[in-house]
């Protein structure tokens, strides 16, 4: 973890009958990354139709899906992934068979669908005409003598104050227009008007029902109500057990989809651990391999009866890679230094999250130290400083032993209750990756609330048999003791900040050293080291020095500020007695060392300059031509756009400004992060106030009147505040600028970040990722 593994570049050499089967096993592997360098355009390639096939498989799938949550049933999603793709075999007919069965049984479900809902309109049909007749049988046959026309039928109730309005206008009052409920959705409407007054009058009422899509109903005649009544009954209930034995063959194909395919009853710990889950979604998990094996195949690039890839890959894994059973030729490329590899950072359950912080700033390069080796010290070790408090710390260590513990459990009954697809539940998932993380930093946080002495705001009275860890109680009763506790909190975030940058600019030495970068070593590792060691390092040193000093005979302390300030502007003078003997002649030293320090980096661009009129290392423009053409031809058209290592032609205006702007960043820089550190200490008061505030407002005026129904009131509001701004708020508050401090003080000094992540070709890395490989990428 300390730099990128090791790897190297290689070529394959596959039979195409073979591809596949090769690609399947390699797809169980780990540490291999696949090179895409096929000169084709994606659609142009010969795997692009099983890739097309494999988007209108998705694309059913998708539609029992629908199905199966309108039906309300249940959908079985695998809950353990790599136990049920530890033993499944893929094969290239696989697909078809799929395709096949599901073209089947989807037009089937899809037919009986249509046929249903046509059965379902034509039931509300007959049961809204058996409401109408039966509601005009009390209604309109009492008008039979009378000279009336009418129109029955039924409409959406929403449309009801609108109809009513519209007819009243075009009838010209000589329309009536009666209700009554039916359903929810649905009323039944009579409509009746005068005859012979209007000759046109019903053929425009009949557009207005048409216009508001009514449903328009002929009533038989009088005497015949009854035999119309019973019809209608009749094919009702015909009706109804078509809808029943339509419904049941529907469920019976759903069913197939949505059972377990298992022979007897399983445990929900068998569920888990064999990785059971519907025949949908075992379906979809087997798309998911197939096209993301026929994706990686168009990396492949077509000769004859051959697929020539390339491929990174560690050294151990090669002979694996030989025992696969297939007819290979690989062969580690002679020109790769002309390529820039991918960085495989190795991790572990430990260590996993600490990189993760590392590389949401940036991918470490090949050869670059990786900083997540030191993150696992230095990030929670930070926070505990800003977020020091023995009481805090203890109950976020509780909850990191909580997630430790019982985490898994809990992710695995998540996983059973089915409550969202395969590998979706990132909430909780998330929070357990980080159970390592929580847990160190609240126990840094404990260690640092002993050194502050502070548990819930109260000060306590411990001291061991040889030794006081941290500040004595009694200091809480003085009236000098936030002045204290300011100043060595101050001072202390000054040392730590000062100490992680030095080792951080040691750090970038060793990276020059290691990549044989000698210029950059002596014109930019020295000059900073130096710079940095002779002003913030001598701060630190002096406030070290004045703690160990005993000033109680009567001796004035000296000012490191003044200290300082004496040391720039008189050239390492000094006012008052020296802290240590020869001072001044140090401090001078340690002055021009400063002064120098910048001058040095700023020769950097002329020594580079002078290096390359003597060796001649400038590259001509044809030989830069004939280099790029060559690399082409080596890596393919389709390489990434930071994979391949350019020679640029040489610029000394350039990189002087570069130098300048380097140097001068650097100068500021050093001032702004050593003050950037001193958020350790403004954090770490802001915590402690806050306990102090909430301990104080609310429950030690209880604690001191002795009412126990005042203290139970109180000590619930002050355990929701507490929970709320310090251990959700203020936990958040100090995590970001802990991992500030890290991403610019820090890793600034070394760290580049701009390598690109080992992409390895590994089933479970994409299901867990949900990579979909489509013709639509």
């Not at 360098?37 to 096939?53: M, T």
């Not at 087997?286 to 077509?302: G, K, M, Q």
Request: net charge negative; aromatic share 14%.
């Amino acid at each position: 973890m300390f730099r990128p593994t090791e790897i190297h570049l290689y070529k394959l050499y596959v039979e195409r009958e073979q591809a596949f089967h090769f690609l399947t096993k390699v797809g169980q592997m780990n540490n291999v990354n696949l090179v895409n360098c096929s000169n084709h355009a994606f659609h142009e390639h010969d795997y692009y139709k099983q890739l097309k096939r494999c988007d209108d498989i998705y694309n059913k799938i998708s539609e029992v899906k629908n199905l199966l949550i309108l039906y309300n049933k249940p959908i079985h999603y695998c809950p353990n992934i790599k136990s049920f793709i530890q033993y499944l075999q893929i094969t290239e007919d696989q697909v078809i068979k799929i395709e096949q069965e599901l073209t089947h049984k989807v037009q089937f479900i899809m037919n009986q669908q249509t046929n249903l809902q046509q059965i379902v309109e034509q039931r509300n049909r007959l049961e809204e005409e058996i409401a109408v007749i039966q509601h005009c049988k009390e209604f309109i046959y009492k008008f039979s003598g009378v000279q009336l026309g009418y129109i029955v039928g039924c409409m959406n109730a929403a449309d009801q104050h609108k109809f009513n309005r519209i007819v009243f206008r075009i009838s010209k009052e000589n329309g009536i227009v009666k209700f009554k409920d039916f359903n929810n959705e649905k009323i039944i409407f009579t409509l009746v008007f005068t005859k012979g007054k209007h000759e046109n009058l019903k053929t425009k009422l009949l557009k207005i029902c048409e216009a508001f899509n009514v449903s328009i109903f002929q009533l038989p005649e009088e005497i015949q109500i009854e035999t119309k009544i019973n019809e209608l009954e009749n094919e009702l209930t015909n009706l109804s057990i078509v809808i029943t034995s339509t419904k049941l063959e529907i469920e019976e194909q759903l069913d197939f989809f949505s059972d377990i395919s298992a022979e007897r009853p399983l445990e929900l710990d068998e569920i888990y651990f064999i990785g059971y889950c519907s025949y949908i979604c075992e379906l979809k998990i087997i798309v998911d391999l197939v096209s993301a094996t026929y994706y990686h195949l168009t990396f492949f690039e077509a000769k004859s009866q051959f697929l020539i890839g390339q491929m990174w890959c560690e050294p151990n894994q090669i002979e694996l890679i030989k025992q696969i059973g297939v007819q290979i030729e690989i062969m580690q490329d002679i020109n790769e230094k002309l390529y820039e590899p991918p960085s495989l950072l190795k991790t572990n359950q430990f260590t996993y999250i600490f990189q993760e912080l590392v590389n949401t700033y940036g991918i470490p390069r090949y050869h670059e130290i990786n900083p997540g080796l030191f993150t696992i010290i230095t990030f929670p070790f930070l926070f505990g400083m800003m977020f020091g408090d023995i009481g805090h710390g203890i109950v976020l260590t509780f909850f990191g032993f909580y997630l430790l513990m019982f985490g898994k459990g809990v992710i695995k009954s998540i996983k059973l209750e089915n409550s969202s697809e395969y590998l979706s539940y990132a909430d909780f998932q998330s929070l357990y990756e980080c159970r390592y993380l929580i847990t160190l930093m609240g126990m840094f946080a404990t260690y640092c609330g002993f050194i502050y002495n502070d548990f819930f705001s109260i000060s306590l009275e411990y001291k061991l048999e040889k030794f006081q860890l941290g500040f004595d109680g009694k200091w809480s009763m003085s009236e000098s003791h936030l002045t204290v506790m300011n100043s060595f909190k101050m001072k202390t975030a000054i040392i730590v900040g000062v100490i992680q940058m030095v080792f951080g600019i040691l750090l970038k030495g060793w990276n020059c050293l290691n990549q044989r970068k000698f210029i950059d070593f002596i014109f930019n590792f020295i000059p900073e080291l130096a710079f940095m060691l002779s002003t913030f390092g001598y701060m630190s040193f002096l406030i070290i020095l004045k703690w160990l000093t005993n000033y109680s005979n009567n001796m004035e302390p000296p000012s490191i500020i003044t200290t300082l300030l004496n040391m720039v502007f008189t050239q390492g003078g000094i006012t008052g007695a020296e802290m240590y003997p020869h001072q001044v002649y140090f401090q001078t030293i340690l002055i021009r060392i400063a002064i120098c320090s910048p001058i040095i980096m700023l020769l950097k661009p002329e020594v580079i300059r002078i290096k390359r009129s003597l060796f001649n290392i400038e590259l001509e423009h044809a030989q830069v031509e004939v280099i790029k053409e060559e690399k082409n031809q080596m890596f393919g058209n389709l390489v990434g756009s930071r994979a391949i290592k350019e020679e640029k032609h040489f610029d000394f205006a350039e990189i002087y400004i570069e130098s300048l702007i380097e140097c001068i960043e650097f100068v500021l820089g050093a001032v702004s992060n050593t003050a950037s550190y001193l958020r350790l200490w403004a954090l770490s008061l802001a915590h402690s106030q806050l306990s102090e505030v909430f301990f104080k407002m609310s429950l030690e005026p209880q604690l001191e009147s002795g009412s126990v129904i005042g203290i139970c009131l109180t000590f619930m509001v002050y355990a929701l505040a507490t929970f709320g701004v310090l251990m959700c708020m203020d936990t958040l508050e100090c995590f970001l600028h802990s991992l500030r401090l890290h991403w610019v003080e820090f890793q600034s000094k070394f760290y580049k970040g701009d390598g690109h992540n080992f992409q390895q070709f590994n089933y479970l890395h994409f299901l867990e990722q949900k990579f979909q490989f489509s013709t639509r990428m």
